[in-house]
Nanobody, 120 residues
Framework: QVQLVESGGGMVQAGGSLRVSCAAS?????VGWFRQTPGKEREFVAA????????YYADSVKGRFTISRENVKNMVYLQMNSLKPEDTAVYYC????????????????WGQGTQVTVSS
């Protein structure tokens, strides 16, 4: 069983930056970041392979967000730059023994989420 804990969320003005982190209790294999706003489906943001050599981004965040990991610390990060009000959501990290994918149903373990709010 892998436990995931997100941190680093908060409030920031549009155009600003924020880094959210995901701490894992064990080996996490592929890790993905997803986000959700009330009344909407949880949507894919970014994913990274265990080695870190493969990454995948949603078109909406490509060029603005960067996913990275430090396996020795069991940490995965999502650096978010040039934030927009539409990036406001609860951000979740997820993990599982699978190839990099944007399919949320493929991820086995989920954190509780961290709120990111971008004001205009």
């Amino acid at each position: 069983q892998v436990q995931l804990v997100e941190s680093g969320g908060g409030m920031v003005q549009a155009g600003g930056s924020l880094r959210v982190s995901c701490a894992a209790s064990g080996r996490t294999y592929t890790v993905g970041w997803f986000r959700q706003t009330p009344g909407k489906e949880r949507e894919f943001v970014a994913a990274i392979s265990w080695s870190g050599t493969s990454t995948y981004y949603a078109d909406s965040v490509k060029g603005r967000f960067t996913i990275s990991r430090e396996n020795v610390k069991n940490m995965v990060y999502l650096q978010m730059n040039s934030l927009k009000p539409e990036d406001t959501a609860v951000y979740y990290c997820a993990a599982g023994p699978l190839p990099v994918t944007d399919n949320k149903d493929s991820y086995k373990y989920w954190g509780q989420g961290t709120q990111v709010t971008v004001s205009s």
